[in-house]
T-cell receptor
Framework: GENVEQHPSTLSVQEGDSAVIKCTYSDSASNYFPWYKQELGKRPQLIIDIRSNVGEKKDQRIAVTLNKTAKHFSLHITETQPEDSAVYFCAASKGSSYKLIFGSGTRLLVRP | DAGITQSPRHKVTETGTPVTLRCHQTENHRYMYWYRQDPGHGLRLIHYSYGVKDTDKGEVSDGYSVSRSKTEDFLLTLESATSSQTSVYFC??????????????FGSGTRLTVV
């Protein structure tokens, strides 16, 4: 089955700097790659997603890139702010069940 | 909030007892999922449903069963709770066929402690 690996497990950046989180997936048939943000004690929430027919997608300060050949995708956050501090999860899915397989998460700390 | 609720929010139970968690949605979404969240493991899929009475196993289904008798309700049962099932359980819904949106909406979670 699908396996998603996520790195790093923790990331600390200075406010205003950029943050990059990387994920690799094992199943070349995977075609949907979302990113979720989870604040402490809250539910995960979708922040951006990309499908396999697109190489890059941006939404204000966040962007996701996908390299299908290498089977990896990345989340980029520019001009980080303290409110970006949270745990971020990548995920992958394929086929008609739409079930997501998640990475193990990255705890991002943005230092003021 | 977001048309999906989980109950109970918190539960403490004893080893060996059966436990049922409920997920209720008002979005008429076809797909429903149960995940557990543990430190260092992210979110792991337990079971999912793609319609009434249609369910399938996920990555970590041993010791769990599910039922979906109505579109709006998806029940997760721990047949005989063990300490290893202490976790936070999240329900999620989606319906790409309805909205074209593949993303999940998660419930608020149930924190289960097995003592």
């Amino acid at each position: 089955g699908e396996n998603v690996e996520q790195h790093p497990s923790t990331l600390s950046v200075q406010e205003g700097d950029s943050a990059v989180i990387k994920c690799t997936y094992s199943d070349s048939a995977s075609n949907y790659f979302p990113w979720y943000k989870q604040e402490l004690g809250k539910r995960p929430q979708l922040i951006i997603d990309i499908r396999s027919n697109v190489g890059e997608k941006k939404d204000q300060r966040i962007a996701v890139t996908l390299n299908k050949t290498a089977k990896h995708f990345s989340l980029h956050i520019t001009e980080t702010q303290p409110e970006d501090s949270a745990v971020y999860f990548c995920a992958a899915s394929k086929g008609s069940s739409y079930k997501l397989i998640f990475g193990s998460g990255t705890r991002l700390l943005v230092r003021p | 909030d977001a048309g999906i609720t989980q109950s109970p929010r918190h539960k403490v139970t004893e080893t060996g007892t059966p436990v049922t968690l409920r997920c209720h949605q008002t979005e008429n979404h076809r797909y429903m999922y149960w995940y557990r969240q543990d430190p260092g493991h992210g979110l792991r899929l337990i079971h999912y449903s793609y319609g009434v009475k249609d369910t399938d196993k996920g990555e970590v289904s041993d010791g769990y069963s599910v039922s979906r008798s109505k579109t709006e309700d998806f029940l997760l049962t721990l047949e005989s709770a063990t300490s290893s099932q202490t976790s936070v359980y999240f329900c999620a819904i989606s319906d790409p066929t309805q909205s074209g949106n593949y993303g999940y909406t998660f419930g608020s979670g149930t924190r289960l402690t097995v003592v």
